[in-house]
Protein backbone atom coordinates (compact mmCIF):
# COMPACT_ATOMS: atom_id res chain seq x y z
CA UNK A 1 0.00 0.00 0.00
CA UNK A 2 1.22 3.71 -1.26
CA UNK A 3 1.98 5.75 2.11
CA UNK A 4 -0.87 8.27 2.24
CA UNK A 5 0.49 11.82 1.77
CA UNK A 6 0.24 14.57 3.93
CA UNK A 7 -3.39 15.87 4.39
CA UNK A 8 -4.63 12.37 3.35
CA UNK A 9 -5.99 10.17 6.69
CA UNK A 10 -2.99 7.03 7.23
CA UNK A 11 -3.89 3.99 5.09
CA UNK A 12 -6.54 5.24 2.92
CA UNK A 13 -6.43 3.41 0.45
CA UNK A 14 -5.17 4.03 -3.44
CA UNK A 15 -6.99 5.56 -5.79
CA UNK A 16 -8.47 7.66 -2.70
CA UNK A 17 -10.30 10.50 -4.28
CA UNK A 18 -13.06 9.94 -6.80
CA UNK A 19 -14.09 12.93 -8.97
CA UNK A 20 -17.13 13.10 -10.60
CA UNK A 21 -17.21 15.64 -14.05
CA UNK A 22 -20.93 16.06 -15.62
CA UNK A 23 -19.89 17.74 -19.01
CA UNK A 24 -22.64 19.04 -22.06
CA UNK A 25 -21.08 19.88 -25.04
CA UNK A 26 -17.85 21.40 -23.17
CA UNK A 27 -15.01 22.50 -25.32
CA UNK A 28 -12.92 23.41 -22.08
CA UNK A 29 -13.36 19.78 -20.59
CA UNK A 30 -10.30 18.64 -22.31
CA UNK A 31 -7.97 21.97 -20.71
CA UNK A 32 -10.09 21.40 -17.32
CA UNK A 33 -8.78 17.62 -17.30
CA UNK A 34 -5.72 18.31 -17.91
CA UNK A 35 -5.28 20.78 -15.55
CA UNK A 36 -7.10 18.67 -13.08
CA UNK A 37 -4.29 15.87 -12.85
CA UNK A 38 -1.16 18.68 -13.35
CA UNK A 39 -1.95 21.08 -10.67
CA UNK A 40 -2.59 17.55 -8.21
CA UNK A 41 -0.45 16.81 -5.90
CA UNK A 42 -1.27 13.35 -5.86
CA UNK A 43 -2.45 12.72 -9.25
CA UNK A 44 -2.34 8.71 -8.82
CA UNK A 45 -4.75 9.28 -5.93
CA UNK A 46 -7.36 10.46 -7.97
CA UNK A 47 -10.29 8.31 -9.66
CA UNK A 48 -12.09 10.41 -12.50
CA UNK A 49 -15.12 9.24 -14.30
CA UNK A 50 -16.93 12.23 -16.87
CA UNK A 51 -20.40 11.87 -17.60
CA UNK A 52 -19.77 13.47 -21.24
CA UNK A 53 -23.11 14.17 -23.06
CA UNK A 54 -21.40 15.14 -26.82
CA UNK A 55 -22.22 15.12 -30.65
CA UNK A 56 -19.91 14.20 -33.04
CA UNK A 57 -18.70 17.42 -33.20
CA UNK A 58 -16.83 17.12 -29.61
CA UNK A 59 -13.74 15.24 -29.39
CA UNK A 60 -11.16 14.70 -26.20
CA UNK A 61 -7.22 14.95 -27.56
CA UNK A 62 -5.56 11.46 -27.43
CA UNK A 63 -3.37 13.20 -24.53
CA UNK A 64 -6.45 13.89 -22.40
CA UNK A 65 -8.14 10.53 -22.71
CA UNK A 66 -4.96 8.47 -21.87
CA UNK A 67 -4.81 10.40 -18.84
CA UNK A 68 -4.08 7.95 -15.85
CA UNK A 69 -7.45 7.00 -13.84
CA UNK A 70 -9.82 8.74 -16.23
CA UNK A 71 -13.28 7.47 -16.79
CA UNK A 72 -15.71 8.01 -19.86
CA UNK A 73 -18.99 7.25 -19.92
CA UNK A 74 -20.08 8.19 -22.93
CA UNK A 75 -23.89 9.12 -24.40
CA UNK A 76 -25.24 11.02 -27.12
CA UNK A 77 -26.19 14.33 -26.11
CA UNK A 78 -29.68 13.78 -27.70
CA UNK A 79 -30.67 11.70 -24.90
CA UNK A 80 -29.10 13.33 -21.77
CA UNK A 81 -32.18 13.94 -19.56
CA UNK A 82 -30.12 16.64 -17.73
CA UNK A 83 -27.15 17.86 -15.35
CA UNK A 84 -28.49 16.20 -12.22
CA UNK A 85 -29.49 13.40 -14.32
CA UNK A 86 -25.50 13.15 -15.36
CA UNK A 87 -24.71 13.32 -11.60
CA UNK A 88 -26.85 10.83 -10.36
CA UNK A 89 -25.00 8.62 -12.90
CA UNK A 90 -22.20 9.54 -11.67
CA UNK A 91 -22.64 9.24 -8.37
CA UNK A 92 -23.87 5.52 -9.00
CA UNK A 93 -20.32 4.43 -10.18
CA UNK A 94 -18.63 5.68 -6.96
CA UNK A 95 -16.16 2.02 -5.72
CA UNK A 96 -15.92 2.89 -1.96
CA UNK A 97 -13.19 5.60 -2.32
CA UNK A 98 -12.95 7.83 1.03
CA UNK A 99 -13.53 11.01 -0.93
CA UNK A 100 -15.43 12.62 -3.70
CA UNK A 101 -15.26 15.86 -5.35
CA UNK A 102 -18.21 17.07 -7.45
CA UNK A 103 -16.69 19.74 -10.00
CA UNK A 104 -17.98 21.10 -13.59
CA UNK A 105 -16.24 20.71 -16.85
CA UNK A 106 -14.90 24.51 -17.00
CA UNK A 107 -12.08 25.13 -14.09
CA UNK A 108 -8.52 25.78 -13.64
CA UNK A 109 -6.85 24.21 -10.27
CA UNK A 110 -4.12 25.80 -7.86
CA UNK A 111 -1.22 23.75 -7.38
CA UNK A 112 -1.70 20.78 -4.98
CA UNK A 113 -5.41 21.91 -5.46
CA UNK A 114 -6.09 17.84 -4.19
CA UNK A 115 -3.58 17.72 -0.49
CA UNK A 116 -5.07 21.44 0.02
CA UNK A 117 -8.82 20.78 -0.11
CA UNK A 118 -8.88 17.32 1.72
CA UNK A 119 -6.37 18.82 3.96
CA UNK A 120 -8.93 21.72 4.81
CA UNK A 121 -11.67 18.45 5.13
CA UNK A 122 -9.34 16.41 7.62
CA UNK A 123 -8.81 19.51 9.44
CA UNK A 124 -12.40 20.15 10.02
CA UNK A 125 -13.02 16.80 11.41
CA UNK A 126 -10.31 17.17 13.89
CA UNK A 127 -11.94 20.24 14.96
CA UNK A 128 -14.96 17.97 15.75
CA UNK A 129 -16.88 18.31 12.57
CA UNK A 130 -18.15 14.82 12.15
CA UNK A 131 -19.62 15.37 8.67
CA UNK A 132 -18.15 17.89 6.86
CA UNK A 133 -18.33 19.30 3.63
CA UNK A 134 -16.02 21.50 1.77
CA UNK A 135 -17.53 23.31 -1.26
CA UNK A 136 -18.04 26.72 -2.60
CA UNK A 137 -18.39 29.48 -5.75
CA UNK A 138 -14.97 29.10 -7.19
CA UNK A 139 -13.85 32.78 -8.62
CA UNK A 140 -13.76 32.97 -12.21
CA UNK A 141 -11.32 32.69 -14.88
CA UNK A 142 -11.43 33.40 -18.74
CA UNK A 143 -10.59 30.32 -21.36
CA UNK A 144 -9.54 32.84 -23.59
CA UNK A 145 -6.47 34.63 -21.05
CA UNK A 146 -5.30 32.81 -18.55
CA UNK A 147 -3.87 35.90 -16.45
CA UNK A 148 -7.57 37.16 -15.73
CA UNK A 149 -8.25 34.76 -12.50
CA UNK A 150 -9.93 35.95 -9.39
CA UNK A 151 -7.65 35.67 -6.10
CA UNK A 152 -10.43 36.10 -3.29
CA UNK A 153 -12.28 32.76 -2.13
CA UNK A 154 -16.11 33.31 -2.18
CA UNK A 155 -18.73 33.30 -0.04
CA UNK A 156 -22.57 31.96 -1.15
CA UNK A 157 -26.07 33.95 -0.37
CA UNK A 158 -29.32 33.47 -1.32
CA UNK A 159 -30.22 35.42 -4.29
CA UNK A 160 -33.38 34.83 -6.51
CA UNK A 161 -36.75 33.48 -5.82
CA UNK A 162 -39.27 31.86 -8.47
CA UNK A 163 -43.07 32.09 -7.16
CA UNK A 164 -41.68 32.52 -3.71
CA UNK A 165 -39.16 29.41 -3.99
CA UNK A 166 -35.54 30.23 -3.38
CA UNK A 167 -33.89 28.73 -6.57
CA UNK A 168 -31.08 30.67 -7.28
CA UNK A 169 -27.58 31.61 -5.19
CA UNK A 170 -24.73 33.88 -5.79
CA UNK A 171 -21.07 34.31 -4.58
CA UNK A 172 -19.43 37.29 -3.20
CA UNK A 173 -15.81 38.19 -1.86
CA UNK A 174 -15.21 36.54 1.76
CA UNK A 175 -13.83 39.42 3.26
CA UNK A 176 -10.90 39.11 5.84
CA UNK A 177 -10.68 35.97 4.31
CA UNK A 178 -6.43 36.03 4.98
CA UNK A 179 -6.90 35.90 8.65
CA UNK A 180 -9.00 32.60 8.52
CA UNK A 181 -7.10 29.95 9.62
CA UNK A 182 -9.93 27.32 8.54
CA UNK A 183 -12.72 27.18 6.25
CA UNK A 184 -15.76 29.30 7.04
CA UNK A 185 -19.01 27.82 7.99
CA UNK A 186 -21.25 28.01 4.97
CA UNK A 187 -25.14 27.86 4.67
CA UNK A 188 -25.07 26.90 1.22
CA UNK A 189 -23.41 24.10 -0.95
CA UNK A 190 -22.32 24.82 -4.67
CA UNK A 191 -22.21 21.73 -7.17
CA UNK A 192 -19.34 23.45 -9.33
CA UNK A 193 -17.06 22.39 -6.14
CA UNK A 194 -18.06 19.96 -3.29
CA UNK A 195 -15.84 17.76 -1.75
CA UNK A 196 -17.08 14.85 1.01
CA UNK A 197 -16.74 11.59 2.33
CA UNK A 198 -17.23 9.02 -0.41
CA UNK A 199 -20.17 7.85 1.55
CA UNK A 200 -22.37 10.99 0.78
CA UNK A 201 -22.81 9.28 -2.66
CA UNK A 202 -25.68 7.17 -1.00
CA UNK A 203 -26.57 9.55 1.59
CA UNK A 204 -27.46 12.87 -0.78
CA UNK A 205 -28.14 11.34 -3.58
CA UNK A 206 -29.49 13.83 -6.62
CA UNK A 207 -32.55 14.29 -8.29
CA UNK A 208 -32.95 14.10 -11.87
CA UNK A 209 -36.16 15.67 -11.62
CA UNK A 210 -35.00 18.96 -10.73
CA UNK A 211 -33.67 19.87 -13.97
CA UNK A 212 -31.27 23.10 -13.02
CA UNK A 213 -32.03 26.42 -10.62
CA UNK A 214 -32.73 25.05 -7.06
CA UNK A 215 -30.35 21.89 -7.39
CA UNK A 216 -28.15 23.71 -4.86
CA UNK A 217 -30.56 24.91 -2.27
CA UNK A 218 -31.95 21.11 -2.67
CA UNK A 219 -28.46 19.83 -1.87
CA UNK A 220 -27.53 22.07 0.97
CA UNK A 221 -31.30 20.83 2.51
CA UNK A 222 -30.52 17.41 2.18
CA UNK A 223 -27.05 17.05 3.40
CA UNK A 224 -27.77 19.26 6.32
CA UNK A 225 -30.74 16.46 7.35
CA UNK A 226 -28.23 13.98 6.61
CA UNK A 227 -25.68 15.51 9.02
CA UNK A 228 -23.51 17.08 7.10
CA UNK A 229 -22.23 20.58 7.42
CA UNK A 230 -20.64 22.82 4.95
CA UNK A 231 -17.84 25.13 5.29
CA UNK A 232 -16.59 27.43 2.39
CA UNK A 233 -12.50 26.97 1.79
CA UNK A 234 -10.76 30.02 3.05
CA UNK A 235 -8.20 29.80 0.32
CA UNK A 236 -8.04 29.62 -3.53
CA UNK A 237 -8.48 26.21 -4.50
CA UNK A 238 -9.38 26.92 -8.06
CA UNK A 239 -11.50 28.99 -10.64
CA UNK A 240 -14.57 28.28 -12.43
CA UNK A 241 -15.80 29.75 -16.04
CA UNK A 242 -19.00 31.49 -15.46
CA UNK A 243 -19.52 32.57 -18.76
CA UNK A 244 -21.10 29.85 -21.03
CA UNK A 245 -19.26 30.73 -24.10
CA UNK A 246 -17.46 27.64 -24.70
CA UNK A 247 -20.67 25.21 -23.75
CA UNK A 248 -24.07 24.85 -25.04
CA UNK A 249 -26.43 24.74 -22.38
CA UNK A 250 -29.13 21.40 -22.33
CA UNK A 251 -31.85 23.80 -22.40
CA UNK A 252 -30.62 25.19 -26.17
CA UNK A 253 -30.66 21.99 -27.28
CA UNK A 254 -33.38 20.38 -26.01
CA UNK A 255 -37.02 21.69 -26.19
CA UNK A 256 -39.45 22.24 -23.78
CA UNK A 257 -37.74 24.38 -21.86
CA UNK A 258 -40.28 25.92 -19.57
CA UNK A 259 -42.22 22.74 -18.84
CA UNK A 260 -38.99 20.44 -17.44
CA UNK A 261 -38.45 23.81 -15.63
CA UNK A 262 -42.08 24.06 -14.10
CA UNK A 263 -41.91 20.38 -13.37
CA UNK A 264 -38.43 20.82 -11.64
CA UNK A 265 -40.14 24.00 -9.68
CA UNK A 266 -42.74 22.10 -8.01
CA UNK A 267 -40.80 18.89 -7.51
CA UNK A 268 -38.67 21.65 -5.17
CA UNK A 269 -41.69 23.49 -3.35
CA UNK A 270 -42.59 19.86 -2.51
CA UNK A 271 -38.86 18.85 -1.17
CA UNK A 272 -38.46 22.39 0.56
CA UNK A 273 -41.79 21.98 2.22
CA UNK A 274 -41.79 19.15 3.82
CA UNK A 275 -43.71 17.34 1.31
CA UNK A 276 -41.40 15.01 -0.31
CA UNK A 277 -38.43 13.07 0.72
CA UNK A 278 -37.16 15.16 3.22
CA UNK A 279 -39.08 15.45 6.75
CA UNK A 280 -40.51 18.36 7.76
CA UNK A 281 -38.52 18.49 11.26
CA UNK A 282 -35.40 18.77 8.64
CA UNK A 283 -36.17 21.63 6.68
CA UNK A 284 -37.63 23.64 9.55
CA UNK A 285 -34.32 22.89 11.18
CA UNK A 286 -32.28 23.64 8.23
CA UNK A 287 -34.17 26.93 7.60
CA UNK A 288 -33.60 27.66 11.42
CA UNK A 289 -30.25 26.93 10.72
CA UNK A 290 -30.17 29.70 7.56
CA UNK A 291 -32.30 32.08 9.47
CA UNK A 292 -33.89 31.72 6.13
CA UNK A 293 -37.95 30.39 4.33
CA UNK A 294 -37.24 28.78 1.62
CA UNK A 295 -40.74 29.01 0.28
CA UNK A 296 -42.35 32.19 1.11
CA UNK A 297 -45.42 31.57 -1.26
Known amino acids: MTPAPPGWPGGCREPALYVQVPAYRDRELGPTLRDLYAQAAHPER?????????????????????????????????????????????????????????????????????ETAVGMLEGLRAAGIAKPILTGYLPAYSPDDDRCR????????????????????????????????????????????????????????FDPGVYFFGDEVLTSVRAFAAGYRLFHPHRVIGWHAYERDTRRTH???????????ERSLEALRRYLTGDGEVAPADVSAFESHVNLTLVTS
Open 251 to 261: WSDHGGYDERQ
Open 150 to 205: GMRPLRIYPYLRDRGVLTRLRGAAMLGFPELGAPAPADFASLHFLLADGRYNKEVR
Open 46 to 114: LRVRVMWQRTEDDVLPDDVVALPGLEIDEIAASRSEGCNWARRRLQGAWKDEPYTLLIDSHHRFAAGWD
